[in-house]
């Protein structure tokens, strides 16, 4: 797709925000492979996982090395957005207008009705604007979650129990919303959704083309202009 | 303190002297291999001479053919009627256990009697248990007596209970002291035939300590004997206890790390204790809130005195832990939602694309933007 020859492309992602892509996505898919396989540890499949990490202790490195990792995956996030113009300008593009869900609910209608006109995204769909969201909201709870649960003899001796309960469900039911949002939703979108297929480039190359970019984001030409003037 | 009656029923009747005349479960053993050798010439011998009074072995009746009574009537060596009264093998002959007497007067020695014979799963289970290979430790005859031999079938008997830990305290003697006044021993003294004696946790004929793998009171294998009774519902109803106790240890962190092997993970007993089970109410208790830092601190260092008072076992559950509970069920139907948004969404999304090739045939002129 965007790799053949002389079909133009459109720069979605700096290379410092694929880095910060990389070690996100390397930190979450260690986080979850380590943290369900000692949520389901009654399972055969999830013993054999814990197996393969060198048993519990193994584990537990893996599991924390990899909190690490994503919170430096964080910080990366934020020194980009205090350093570069650039991402400060994505991040105005990813707040949430109420317009994106008069647009995700005419994107539905059209998909099941044919009815209307299709959704006219723009430099972000809605859906991406979600996950996004959905990303930070749930690093967030995993993160202060995790850190009670990091030294649970420390967590006790300053709080009650019942809060080292609640973030013992909270982080592990947390794990499979992210599971399922931005693990195998994600995915869908990105290497199979709009015309995807093999996959979006961007994660890797930072760009993905021009046609198929305007398939996805009718209404970013104006704000593609703007950008390309700034 | 508990006063317990040494002997209320006659388990075990007659002296030590007795007791050591060893009947050996399963086969013979070695050692009186020559004794056996030495009593089959002596039969031989008596055979010829005493030919004529001498019929098969009968299993009929105390004196069967052979007439014991003469020797066994009274004095030092009686076996009588008396002797036998309420023994479950009352009705057997004589030389159903002495299997080597064919002919009196017999030998001096006789060879030990072979209980594994008849009870052949009791007698392979105590071969498995370290009794069998300890010198001095309790045969068949150790526990069930010999003659006077009475079914020991405990149930919920709280007497018979308590009189089997008189007889492990012979040897056990500190783990007996301990015992003596926990909630088990103390609940079998109120009458309460449900409660553990030393058989319940560590078994019967094959009794193990914790340090045979593969007994029940083993690391990996205790929480599922304490949960025998601390999970049944009608068992622990007489006492007013809780049956989740085993269930919420299960889903925990300690349940985790032994099942892969980790054997120092905390079980029942390395909070609990194991002989001296006290209640938690009870000041003298490892799990007595204001014992508990102590508890927790011999695997965990640092843990404080706001430790104490904490629930350890908690159900999620709306009685249980609430909040933890109510997280928990937010999240199901959340996920729940998700689930369904996605399925809406793919199903979207391909619809969305077959009307998008639809209404815009030319806009993928090579055909091959056209992914599925």
């Known amino acids: 797709m965007s790799s053949q020859p002389g079909s133009a492309t459109i720069s979605r992602l700096t290379l410092w925000q694929r880095w910060e892509h990389g070690l996100m996505a390397l930190s979450v898919s260690l986080l ?21 990490m060198g048993g519990l202790q193994g584990r537990h490195w893996i599991h924390r090395t990899a909190a690490v990792g994503l919170l430096g995956a964080g910080l990366l996030h934020l020194l980009g957005l205090i350093f570069s113009r650039r991402h400060r300008r994505d991040f105005r593009e990813v707040r949430p207008r109420l317009g994106d869900f008069e647009d995700a609910w005419r994107g539905l209608k059209f998909a099941f009705t044919g009815k209307g006109e299709p959704p006219q995204y723009g430099w972000f769909t809605p859906m991406q604007k979600l996950q996004y969201w959905g990303v930070l909201l749930g690093c967030v709870l995993m993160g202060i979650s995790g850190a009670l649960l990091w030294n649970p003899v420390l967590t006790l001796n300053t709080f009650p129990k019942w809060v080292l309960d609640i973030m013992l469900v909270l982080h592990a039911t947390e794990a499979q919303f992210i599971f399922v949002l931005f693990i195998l939703w994600h995915l869908y979108d990105v290497h199979v959704a709009g015309g995807n297929f093999p996959m979006n480039p961007a994660w890797l190359t930072g760009n993905m083309s021009e046609e198929l970019f305007a398939r996805q984001h009718p209404a970013s030409g104006k704000t593609l202009r703007s950008r390309e003037e700034a | 303190m508990l006063k317990l009656n040494r002997n209320p029923l006659p388990l075990i009747q007659g002296s030590h002297g007795e ?58 060596s009686a076996v009588t009627p008396e002797t036998l009264k309420g023994s479950v093998h009352a009705s057997l002959g004589c030389t159903r256990c002495h299997a080597d007497i064919t002919s009196v007067p017999h030998a001096e020695r006789l060879s030990a009697v072979d209980c594994g014979s008849c009870h052949s799963a009791e007698a392979t289970g105590w071969h498995k248990s370290p009794h069998a290979v300890r010198p001095g430790a309790p045969t068949c005859v150790g526990c069930h007596g010999t003659h006077s031999i009475h079914p020991l079938r405990p149930g919920n008997n709280s007497s018979i209970k308590l009189q089997i830990a008189q007889l492990c305290k012979d040897c056990h003697g500190k783990e007996f002291g301990s015992y003596e006044t926990s909630v088990h021993a103390k609940a079998l003294a109120r009458g309460l035939g449900e409660a553990a004696t030393c058989t319940d946790c560590h078994g019967e004929h094959t009794i193990q300590g914790p340090e045979s793998a593969g007994s029940p009171v083993a690391p990996a294998s205790v929480s599922s004997t304490c949960g025998n009774c601390h999970g049944d519902k009608k068992r622990m109803a007489m006492s007013g206890l809780p049956t989740d106790r085993v269930s919420t240890f299960k889903s925990s962190f300690h349940a985790a790390a032994l099942k892969m092997g980790n054997l120092k993970a905390a079980t029942c007993a390395s909070c609990h204790g194991a002989h001296d089970i006290l209640a938690s109410t009870d000041p003298a208790s490892r799990t007595n809130p204001a014992n508990l830092p102590t508890t927790c601190s011999h695997c965990h260092a640092g843990v404080k005195q706001g430790f104490a008072g904490v629930k350890i076992h908690v159900d999620v559950s709306p009685t249980g832990a609430r909040a933890a509970w109510f997280v928990r069920v937010f999240y199901i139907v959340f996920i729940s939602i998700l689930v369904l948004g996605f399925v809406l969404h793919i199903l979207a999304e391909r619809l969305g694309a077959i009307r998008n090739r639809a209404t815009v045939p ?8 056209d992914v599925q």
């Open chain 1, 32 to 52: 979850i492979l380590s943290g369900l396989a000692l949520a389901y540890h009654e399972q055969a499949w999830a013993r054999l996982l814990i197996r393969g």
């Open chain 2, 362 to 369: 030319h806009e993928a002129p090579s055909g091959k933007e």
């Open chain 2, 19 to 76: 007791r050591s005349r060893e009947a050996v479960p399963g086969k013979a053993r070695n050692g009186q291999a020559l004794s056996v050798a030495l009593s089959i010439i002596v039969f031989g011998a008596v055979f010829f001479v005493a030919a004529p009074r001498l019929s098969a072995a009968d299993a009929g009746s105390p004196s069967g053919s052979l007439d014991c009574a003469p020797c066994h009537g009274g004095g030092q």
